[in-house]
């Protein structure tokens, strides 16, 4: 009884330490995509994206990998900015970036892969867009542009539209400089993000965060001591 009760607390400890280092770089992720959604809008960002070049498309994968959205809500903002004068590919680009060059994953996989992981996500991520973004080159037909800009203009309301509204609240960077702030929904909810990342930080630094990290860093895996013990069990025999 006692080696169940020792074999739960030490799972225990190993969650609550996997959950404490893995929280760190979603809360910063998440406040870094926070401020950035706060500072540019959907009006500016289609402004940009209304171009099918290089800048374009450039500007489309960082936008997207800022914003960070779920699948459904990159749909719902990829729409959006489509009907607010994205071209159809800059909006594609913008729905790929913002799901597969995702901030707050880029920075668990240096936490918790190395940065080996974290380039290779982030060489898989550009590699897809960079295809798309010559495959619609070559193979998109005006046509299918403008039955497609039909079907955003019928006024079809998904599921997701309004969780994409707002995802995507943010203003120009210059104009955020000059203009006066907007106080709504989601300018309240960055607040609280920002007032949440602030008090995590604090914390983490108080109670021993860095020393528990370090700690795991440098304490042998159970798993590598088995495989250990079995090779020198092997070499003695």
């Known amino acids: 009884m006692p080696g169940i009760v020792n074999a739960i607390w030490e799972a225990l400890q190993m969650a609550f330490f ?3 280092e893995v929280l760190w770089p979603l809360v910063l992720g998440f406040l870094i995509s926070a401020v950035v959604q706060s500072l540019v809008s ?9 171009r099918d070049d ?6 489309a994968t960082l936008l997207g990998a800022a914003s960070s ?12 900015l489509f009907r607010k004068g994205a071209t159809f590919a800059n909006a594609i ?19 918790l892969l190395g940065w080996q992981f974290l380039a290779a996500e982030l060489a898989g991520g550009l590699a897809m867009i960079a295809i798309l973004a010559v495959v619609f080159k070559y193979t998109l037909r005006s046509r299918l542009v403008e039955e497609a800009q039909r079907q955003a203009e ?11 509204d707002m995802d995507m609240s943010v203003r120009h960077a210059i104009e955020a400089f000059q203009a006066r702030p907007s106080w709504n929904y989601t300018t309240f909810l960055n607040l609280a993000a920002l007032a949440l990342a602030a008090v995590m930080g604090w914390r983490f630094g108080t109670t021993g965060g860095m020393q528990m990290l370090r ?5 042998p895996t159970p798993g590598r001591e088995m495989v250990h013990d079995h090779h020198e069990h092997h070499h003695h025999h």
């Open 18 to 20: 996997m959950f404490w």
């Open 42 to 50: 959907r009006q500016a960002v289609a402004r940009v994206l209304g």
């Open 69 to 80: 959205s779920c699948s459904y809500a990159a749909v719902a903002v990829g729409r959006g």
């Open 215 to 219: 700690a795991m860093e440098s304490a």
């Open 54 to 59: 290089l800048r374009g498309v450039t500007f």
């Open 93 to 111: 680009l913008f729905e790929f970036a913002s799901t597969n060059l995702v901030f707050e994953l880029g920075l668990v996989l240096l936490v």
């Open 154 to 164: 019928m006024g079809l309301r998904g599921r997701m539209e309004g969780h994409g």
